[in-house]
């Protein structure tokens, strides 16, 4: 073994953290990813995948290979096959098919034969647990290697409850509703140029990272409503781009609108902001394999996952559009890509059992959340520590979140975490009065936002709550003084 991965290794053994707040360290026992050379099943894997890594085997038996996994090995609550991803293969130029059959099944069955070396017996994946604040830091090789798995259909569904499942690419292999094949096909094209340049890739031993974040009372303050009404941090810049995307945004944080489930639907019929921000940058997939649910205080942080594919669209108008030639920067401190994501996921306000989102407490649940995740790492590298947040419309698309109260709230977070702020407004429709806005508050102290938005919304019910014009209301409680005239 080469001393770059005795040093991962050595990495592997002290990725533990302890939490330093006495009220994160009511973590669950540990508990690790299990991986399936460490299992009786192993002699089995090997023995069906000799063949196709030596290239004998014909892509009918290779299919046949990936669904008898399936069977074996994924939960058997959802019934799959490989139709999908045979008639992906089958539409493809011949000499793309033949470059399935000889080079890229080869090479994931070569990688994942591999297993035993990239992951010995000293090396043990943690869950990434709740109330924990731990960190998984995998070489680009290794996430290639679970990559290969996921895609094999030989991973494992994990036991825990909070996990998600299935934890394989099984769902967008199987034919189901025509009208969901063109969408999953769009997705198996990104996987497809992903293999691609991991193939041929020679940047194996950077590092990809993945963080719990934990809402730390000794490092971030107290988090109550109270605390948030007394905080006099400085509202912070902010920039509106109408045009452009988050992951345009160079040497930022990179905010993802996630599920409490990292991931979402990526592994389904999902095309919203996190799946396309996922399936894009591949090596983020194999976070879902130990990354428990998140929790209000929580947030999970991704660093050094490149984005693979360019792409046009959303949702079922999503579609690849080709590799991504653009090389990023090197984090030297880190050994990774300079890429940061940090997956926040909203309330999901189409819950009938929720409160109208301007009540007081489910304000200071997403001022944490955000915060937690804007705040980022607690005691990491400087460059990340000066990083401004890249964000958008967060939680305003199907979870049908205010977009003038989830502007305020992140601003406020960002502003409180030291970070300034980039918001994307994708035409900034709904957004007509937030210059004025910007304007009158940036510089006050993020209680005076605060206070302002509590009065403005006391009363507001929850029927159309999503479309109560908060702006308006501001300017009327504060623009109509300013100067002796109105706005």
């Known amino acids: 073994m080469d001393r770059n991965h005795s040093h991962y290794s050595h990495q592997s053994r002290n990725q533990f953290s302890s939490p330093s707040n006495p009220k994160t360290n009511q973590t669950r026992r540990k508990a690790f ?17 000799e063949p196709i890594a030596s290239g004998q085997a014909r892509l009918h038996e290779i299919y046949a290979t990936i669904e008898d996994c399936m069977n074996r090995y994924s939960s058997p609550n959802f019934k799959t096959n490989t139709l999908l991803l045979e008639q992906f293969i089958g539409f493809l130029l011949a000499k793309q098919q ?19 070396e990239l992951f010995p017996d000293d090396i043990s994946i943690p869950l990434l647990l709740s109330r924990s604040q731990e960190t998984v830091r995998l070489t680009k090789e290794q996430c290639f290697c679970l990559l290969a798995h996921m895609f094999m259909c030989t991973t494992l569904d994990n036991q825990e409850k909070y996990l998600a499942k299935p934890c394989n690419f099984s769902r ?35 590092f990809v990272i993945f963080r719990r974040l934990v809402h730390d009372e000794k490092t971030m303050g107290k988090c109550d409503l109270e605390d948030w009404k007394a905080c006099k941090a400085g509202l912070l810049q902010v920039e509106i ?28 019929n999902g095309a919203t902001q996190e799946e396309i921000m996922m399936i894009t940058s591949p090596e983020s997939l194999v976070g879902i394999l130990f990354c428990e649910s998140m929790r209000p205080e929580e947030a999970i942080m991704i660093q050094g996952a490149a984005m693979m594919c360019n792409y046009q669209g959303y949702s079922r ?56 995740g804007f705040y980022g790492i607690h005691n990491g590298e400087e460059e990340t520590k000066k990083k401004p947040v890249a964000t958008g419309k967060w939680g305003c698309g199907v ?89």
């Open 33 to 49: 990813y299990r991986l399936i050379h460490h299992t009786p099943e192993w002699p089995n894997i090997s023995r069906a995948f």
């Open 98 to 116: 033949d470059e399935w059959e000889k080079e890229i099944f080869p090479g994931l069955a070569k990688i994942i034969l591999k297993t035993p």
């Open 172 to 206: 967008l292999f199987t034919l189901e509703d025509p009208k969901q094949s063109p969408l999953r096909a769009q997705k198996l094209h990104c996987l497809y140029n992903y293999f691609r340049e991991a193939l041929k890739s020679e940047e194996k031993m950077a």
């Open 241 to 268: 781009k109408a045009k452009g995307g988050i992951e345009e945004a160079k040497g930022c944080l990179e905010i993802d609108f996630a599920n409490k489930y990292l991931g979402g639907g990526v592994l389904g």
């Open 317 to 372: 108008s999503f579609k690849f559009d080709g590799n991504k030639e653009e090389k990023y920067k090197i984090n030297h401190e880190l050994n990774a890509v300079d890429r940061d994501i940090i997956a926040i996921d909203a309330l999901d306000l189409r819950d009938e059992k929720l409160p109208g989102q301007f009540l007081e407490e489910q304000i200071l649940r997403e001022l944490n959340k955000a915060y937690v």
């Open 399 to 487: 979870f049908a979140g205010n977009l003038h109260l989830k502007f305020i709230l992140q601003w406020i977070a960002a502003s409180r975490a030291g970070r300034a702020m980039v918001f994307y407004s994708f035409g900034n429709q709904g957004l007509e009065n937030v210059e004025n806005i910007i304007k009158y508050y940036e510089g006050k102290d993020v209680c005076e936002i605060l206070k302002d938005v509590l009065e403005c919304t006391r009363g507001v019910g929850k029927k159309h709550d999503d479309k109560f014009d908060l702006f308006n209301a501001l300017k009327r409680l504060r623009f109509l003084s300013v100067e002796g005239k109105s706005c």
